[in-house]
């Protein structure tokens, strides 16, 4: 399958900005989703790009650049509840959809 | 809450046994997709399903097999457990028109094979 390269472990304080980085592979790529996962929870939503450019919601916004084949969730004003691992997830053709391993996010206050 | 719902919440087996996973996707959501995600790993792409036909196959073991009944409900089912397969197996659920950019997962199965 397709693999997706994000970073293990990221820490950063209380009301600090994060980026996220994720590079991704090209052949038949069509748009990077990032999620959301607590520990023992679920993974929900956060965003989409197929479009190259930056989309923001709220204090997370993220990036996509096609012709770099990366993209990255910036996140602003951490909070505690923050802490939490993100995958950037990569959907492809032939209805394939792959997830990066995760980066764990340690907010500090 | 995501609207979609799995059972059984925990499931610990044995080696050799055959298991069922069941999901309920979100009310008129076509697409259901099935997830493994071993300790501390990431998300490995099962099978997807939609409107009741498998549209996209990834990682899946020749062992485990899914289906989408008229319903819409899925079942993931598992066979010949090895301790390997134990994981969180979590079922997501998107739109009607089977866009897949905004998926909504199901809180899990932890499943245990000892």
């Known amino acids: 399958g397709q693999s997706l390269e994000q970073p293990s472990e990221v820490t950063a304080v209380e009301g600090a900005i994060v980026q996220i980085n994720c590079t991704y592979q090209t052949s038949g790529f069509y748009g990077l989703s990032w999620y959301q996962q607590h520990d023992g929870g679920a993974p929900t939503f956060l965003s989409y790009n197929a479009l190259d450019g930056l989309e923001e919601t709220g204090r997370f916004s993220s990036f996509l650049s096609r012709s770099d084949s990366y993209g990255y969730l910036l996140l602003q004003e951490l909070q505690m509840k923050d802490s939490a691992s993100y995958f950037c997830?990569?959907?492809?053709?032939?209805?394939?959809?792959?997830f990066g391993s995760g980066t764990k996010l340690n907010v500090k206050p | 809450d995501s609207g979609v719902t799995q059972t059984p919440k925990h499931l610990i087996t044995a080696t050799g046994q055959r298991v069922t996973l069941r999901c309920s996707p979100r009310s008129g959501d076509l697409s259901v997709y099935w997830y493994q995600q071993s300790l501390d790993q990431g998300l490995q792409f099962l099978i997807q399903?939609?409107?009741?036909?498998?549209?996209a196959k990834g990682n899946i073991l020749e062992r485990f097999s899914a289906q989408q009944f008229p319903d819409l409900h899925s079942e993931l089912n598992l066979s010949s457990l090895e301790l390997g397969d134990s994981a969180l197996y979590f079922c997501?659920?998107?739109?009607?028109?089977?866009?897949?950019?905004?998926?909504?997962f199901g809180p899990g199965t932890r499943l245990t094979v000892l």
């Open positions: 399903y939609y409107n009741g036909e498998e549209r």
């Open positions: 997501a659920s998107s739109g009607a028109g089977g866009t897949y950019n905004e998926q909504f």
């Open positions: 997830a990569a959907g492809y053709n032939f209805n394939k959809f792959y």
